[in-house]
């Protein structure tokens, strides 16, 4: 069994554009459960009328927290991880099924994105790299970025989108799931990344085919404040937690730089939320640090061995 989680906030109009594509897939048994983020709007009766399963928290516990209920509530071997500003192409689950199956190595799969008119591909198969300049790079922090290439077969990986992420249930509950000190970006990086540290894959499916509302979830002055804090806070919480220290210390002293630049700027709002990640951030340095420790001691590697290792990845 497969279990589609599927995250939601105030996300009632994408519900009825993202279920019935879930429902309609080709591949079985699926089983689909809405984990709703203590949304206002009527999002209840739409998971609802469609029969899928509702899980409601109390409080919007950001992505990560939604998916780990998820993958809590998960009956299935596998746990496909969603966006809600999406849709499926019908044969999408039994394609990246049917990569994962096959190699008892892979954690994740990661699939083909196109924009919601299907004109555009908006994500594509992930490597890393230390210098930036093409059109699909974005940056991890300062000094590598993800790189996005077109790749025809399916491909080893960085990592896999939490927008459209299959994950091995197994593997996912070893690696304590996704870490919910990143609520909103970066949780994918962070866990594919620690799954690499204990070779375990991410490979790209192109065969597996969806339509992603991009940023959608972002369109309210709310839902924007929400996605800057948490790229934010991903970088340097990543940057802290699995990276070499010349990279966390880069990530740490851009951002204060940032925050200066704002201060000077008179921009106070985002002054104010940039100071706050920071202090929420510095409190779980020492135990950030701690793990770190334990991650790289348990594989008997180190952070440069590792990301020397993913900057080649695909081979």
Request: proline share 3%.
């Amino acid at each position: 069994m497969v279990t589609a989680v599927v995250a939601n906030w105030n996300g009632a109009k994408d519900l009825k554009d993202c279920l019935p594509t879930l429902l309609a897939q080709s591949y079985r048994p699926l089983e689909t459960i809405v984990v709703d983020n203590a949304s206002t709007d009527d999002s209840a009766a739409v998971a609802q009328s469609f029969g899928v399963r509702w899980v409601g928290l109390k409080r919007n516990r950001g992505l990560a927290g939604a998916l780990n209920k998820g993958a809590e509530a998960a009956s299935g071997e596998f746990v496909l991880f969603l966006n809600n500003d999406m849709r499926f192409h019908e044969k999408f689950v039994e394609c990246m099924v049917a990569a994962i199956a096959g190699d008892p190595g892979i954690f994740s799969v990661d699939a083909l994105q196109y924009d919601w008119e299907g004109v555009n591909k908006v994500h594509l198969a992930t490597s890393l790299t230390r210098t930036g300049g093409e059109r699909f790079d974005d940056p991890l922090v300062p000094g590598l970025f993800i790189r996005q290439r077109d790749h025809s077969t399916t491909t080893a990986v960085l990592m896999s989108s939490a927008a459209n992420m299959l994950a091995r249930k197994s593997m996912f509950r070893e690696l304590g799931g996704f870490d919910e000190r990143l609520p909103i970006g970066y949780e994918d990086v962070e866990l594919c990344w620690r799954a690499w540290i204990r070779g375990w894959k991410s490979v790209f499916v192109p065969g597996a085919i969806c339509w992603h509302r991009v940023g959608w979830a972002a369109r309210s002055t709310e839902g924007a404040g929400i996605r800057y804090r948490g790229t934010v806070a991903g970088r340097l919480l990543t940057s802290a937690k699995l990276l070499p220290m010349n990279y966390t210390l880069k990530t740490w002293l851009s951002t204060l730089a940032g925050l200066a630049r704002d201060v000077l700027l008179l921009r106070g709002d985002r002054a104010m939320d940039r100071l706050r990640v920071l202090a929420d951030c510095a409190r779980y340095l020492p135990a950030l640090w701690r793990e770190r420790r334990a991650i790289y001691q348990s594989q008997s590697t180190t952070p440069r061995e590792q990301l020397n290792r993913l900057l080649h990845v695909p081979a």
